[in-house]
Nanobody, 115 residues
């Protein structure tokens, strides 16, 4: 069994910062890819950023230069540092971990950016 637990969401003013964490526990100790997705009300879930086990990262155009994804393989944890937040970043943020053909999702954490 694999469990992903996100933390770090909350309410912040525009221009502020938040750091999300996603800790994985269970039978898998090295996911191929770990990443963050988000879903705003009435919109589809979209990729925010992802990082491979060797540290290769990719970002959505809308967050590149403002967000930084990182991971600690020893702790099986992925982080998302979010700076210069905008109201349009408001969404539920989900952690995703992929091990070969298996996907695992966290329960989501709310990020709200006020103008």
């Amino acid at each position: 069994q694999v469990q992903l637990v996100e933390s770090g969401g909350g309410l912040v003013q525009a221009g502020g910062s938040l750091r999300l964490s996603c800790a994985a526990s269970g039978s898998i100790f090295s996911f191929n890819v770990m990443g963050w997705y988000r879903q705003a009300p009435g919109k589809q879930r979209e990729l925010v950023a992802a990082i491979t086990s060797v540290g290769t990262a990719n970002y959505a155009d809308s967050v590149r230069g403002r967000f930084t994804i990182s991971r600690d393989n020893a702790k099986n944890t992925v982080y998302l540092q979010m700076n210069s937040l905008k109201p349009e970043d408001t969404a539920v943020y989900f952690c995703r971990a992929t091990y070969y053909n298996r996907d695992y999702w966290g329960q989501g954490t709310q990020v709200t950016v006020s103008s």
